[in-house]
């Protein structure tokens, strides 16, 4: 939908909006190197440059060129691998300094679908502008971000309804509460047409020009939406070919005879300059700029200009007297805008709005809980209250277990993964710490993970007959609970380490050895004794003992129907699992161990998987 038939961009930028700090960012002879032993490939080549406050600037280049793994590296988000300098305000960066200083937002819109566009802003108003500033202001402040990114028509709208051009300019403007003086982004044009590029390359401009500095990757832009930059860095083989402002690349492309035809888009022509169908210049265009060390202009008297030396140093002393005075006491300084328990607070609510309103976490899981629950009770019928058909029912309740475990493990093992890519843009842009994303993300579970297998318990337990005391049900409904959650641990881990398709095997697939050593398939006296100890580790063992005490210890012998029940005393029942020396409060000890120790392993696992990204 274009903004003609919404609302137009606000093009100034409203003075609440403004940088509160302009930073001049710069870095020199940066070397990117992938690989180990043999195969090491370097990607970058001691590349320099600077990117200036009040100036736009693009990254130009052909794919393979090094333009993303650079931009990655600048925004900090690799940071093994590399060596060389970055500065800001001529000081060596420190990186949890300037995460705060500055956003990256990726080529791809990572965004909470089903949101609607203020529940997005609001929660990053909260999570970014901190508990100094009310709720109201909080609330004006997110009216001003929308209407001027033109989002004021679209507010209540979910993200999953926006087109591309409105998703750009959100995932833009949730960054923009919290001032950050440095911009990159990655593709910022990529999927979007004509009319798009270009009101999103305009707002990026106006951001710019509200003393900001703004640098983005972009993939073949038209001469119109060239010119809409300040500064052009055009990388070449992981090299700089040119630094410089846009006006002055056509002469520069001139010094070594590469006349760009009239009427064509420079930005093309130094693209196929780049690819090398102009001939083995990459190397001449690198020196003239000193990879990047210069910036190149045409009407400087030499073509190619650095500031003189005594300027520098003067800048250098000015910059470093104002941030003396500005610079917090590192010890003292916050790394998030607002506190761990308002991080939460916020977190889960919104992680709450998005379970209640995903299809597959809701209404699916609910009618899956209900529709198995009459299924497995017209199929066992009366085997609670029958003597004959006791091993029917202890079958029943192993299969309760399995059916429990991978209802609560699969949708988050599905959904997760793709949730873990807002994760890492929002981590990287510091709007709150992992500790309280991966607390709130549990948190906000708990809930259904305690209603649908109740639910599913009351449903079953009336239908198979199963003995009418309150106490025996809330036994069983603990141990139902228990490996309900030990189910969404499960999912928890494999959908933080694992992308979706390795989870979806894995998940199941280690499950079945913990399944064969669960007491129902092999008696536990049966099994090898170099092999006993997976039935200590496994936690269908505990799930299905607690089922089978909850239901048989200590009870009455059972009604039988026919001439002799073997089984009719409970006690021969538990002799038969070897279970009749087992302890109903040590299997929940053994699920609440997993419930524990699944939750801390996702969450190292899914911190390990954050960093590798670097």
């Not at 793994?69 to 900090?76: D, E, F, K, P």
């Not at 265009?285 to 005594?310: E, F, M, T, W």
């Not at 939460?344 to 209640?356: D, E, G, K, P």
Request: proline content about 4%.
């Amino acid at each position: 939908m274009s903004l003609s038939q919404q609302e137009t961009i606000n093009l100034k930028v409203p003075h609440e909006l403004q940088a509160s700090t302009s930073l001049d960012f710069s870095f020199r002879d940066v070397s990117y190197t992938v690989g180990k032993g043999k195969n090491v490939k370097t990607i970058l080549h001691k590349m320099s440059g600077a990117f200036k406050s009040g100036q736009l600037t693009a990254i130009l280049g052909p794919s393979g060129a090094g333009k993303t793994s650079l931009m990655n590296i600048l925004a900090g988000l690799k940071t093994s691998g590399i060596d060389g300098h970055v500065e800001v305000n001529g000081e060596t960066r420190e990186l949890k300094t300037f995460r705060k200083q500055s956003v990256y937002i990726t080529q791809q819109d990572h965004l909470l679908q089903d949101l609607t566009v203020y529940e997005y802003m609001m929660s990053a108003a909260h999570l970014k502008l901190g508990n100094q500033f009310s709720d109201k202001e909080k609330k004006s402040e997110t009216k001003l971000v929308m209407k001027t990114l033109g989002l004021i028509n679209s507010k209540h709208t979910r993200i999953s309804c926006l087109s591309g051009g409105e998703c750009k300019r959100l995932s833009i403007g949730v960054e923009l509460f919290n001032n950050p003086s440095i911009l990159f982004l990655d593709e910022p044009t990529s999927g979007l047409d004509s009319s798009s590029s270009m009101q999103c390359v305009t707002l990026l401009r106006e951001i710019a020009r509200s003393g900001r500095t703004v640098v983005a990757t972009i993939h073949q832009p038209s001469s119109r939406l060239l010119d809409h930059f300040d500064q052009l860095y055009i990388v070449a083989s992981g090299s700089c070919i040119y630094q410089g402002p846009v006006e002055s690349l056509v002469p520069y492309l001139k010094t070594v005879n590469l006349n760009c035809p009239s009427y064509h888009n420079p930005a093309d022509f130094v693209m196929d300059v780049a690819s090398g169908e102009y001939g083995d210049v990459l190397h001449q265009l690198r020196s003239i700029v000193k990879n990047g060390r210069l910036i190149y202009n045409q009407d400087s008297p030499s073509g190619s200009l650095a500031l003189p030396s005594s300027e520098v140093d003067e800048l250098k002393e000015d910059l470093k007297r104002d941030n003396d005075k500005k610079k917090p006491n590192k010890k003292n300084r916050p790394v998030y805008a607002v506190p761990f328990h308002t991080q939460v607070s916020v977190l889960l609510n919104r992680t709450w709005r998005t379970i209640w309103r995903e299809k597959m976490l809701t209404k699916v899981r609910f009618l899956t809980h209900v529709i198995f629950a009459v299924f497995f009770g017209l199929m066992f019928g009366s085997v609670g209250n029958d003597a004959a058909l006791i091993l029917n029912n202890a079958g029943m309740l192993f299969f309760n277990l399995m059916f429990i475990v991978f209802t609560a493990a699969m949708p988050t093992v599905v959904t997760f993964p793709l949730e873990r890519k807002v994760l890492a843009r929002e981590h990287l842009n510091n709007w709150y710490s992992l500790k309280a994303y991966y607390l709130a993300k549990t948190l906000a579970d708990i809930p259904f993970q305690i209603l649908f297998p109740t639910v599913y318990l009351v449903i079953i337990y009336i239908m198979t007959k199963q003995p009418l005391s309150m106490e025996r049900f809330i036994m069983f409904l603990l141990i139902v609970i228990g490996i309900s959650l030990v189910g969404q641990g499960i999912g928890l881990f494999f959908g933080a380490g694992f992308d979706i398709q390795e989870a979806v095997f894995l998940a199941p697939t280690m499950a079945i050895p913990l399944l064969i050593f669960a007491g129902f398939f092999i008696k536990l006296s049966a099994v090898p004794p170099y092999l006993n100890w997976i039935t200590y580790v496994s936690f269908f063992r505990y799930g299905f003992e607690g089922s089978m005490l909850a239901i048989y210890y200590g009870r009455p012998p059972v009604d039988c129907f026919q001439p002799y029940c073997y089984f009719r005393s409970p006690s021969k029942l538990l002799e038969q699992f070897d279970m009749s020396q087992s302890s109903y409060l040590l299997c929940i000890a053994g699920l609440l161990f997993y419930f524990v120790a699944l939750r801390f392993a996702g969450y190292f696992l899914l911190r390990f998987k954050l960093k590798s990204m670097r």
